[in-house]
């Protein structure tokens, strides 16, 4: 499994981006595909996650009404859409899939992880 994140770019507090994610190889409906963040110093910290069906998603408490995560099966790609974008929510953004159906927040979870892609946040 192979993993590609995209969309990353320096925008203006109170903007909006779309990362993308393009998964290759073989991969079960089961599975569970995340987005994770790490901005400079920081630990890398749990964004969003969706279940590959599309049945489960979960957002940590900073993003939730500004983040939206979504999948397209046919394209094999999951997609973070970022909108009301705050200084804060710079950082390097990773995307990562788990095998396991109820993956939500635990990185060690993930198996599979692509290159981040940087977002900045200018105020």
């Known amino acids: 499994v192979q993993l590609q994140a995209s969309g990353g770019g320096l925008v203006q507090a109170g903007g909006s981006l779309r990362l993308s994610c393009a998964v290759s190889g073989r991969i079960s409906n089961t599975w569970t595909v995340g987005w994770f963040r790490q901005a400079p110093g920081e630990e890398r910290e749990f964004v969003a996650c969706?279940?590959?069906?599309?049945?489960?998603?979960s957002y940590t408490d900073s993003v939730k009404g500004r983040f939206t995560i979504s999948g397209d099966n046919a394209k094999n790609a999951v997609y973070l859409q970022m909108d009301s974008l705050k200084p804060e929510d710079a950082a390097v953004y990773y995307c990562a899939v788990s095998r396991l159906i109820a993956a939500d927040r635990v990185s060690a979870d993930y198996a599979y992880w692509g290159q981040g892609t940087l977002v900045t946040v200018s105020s």
């Open positions: 969706i279940t590959r069906s599309g049945s489960r998603t």
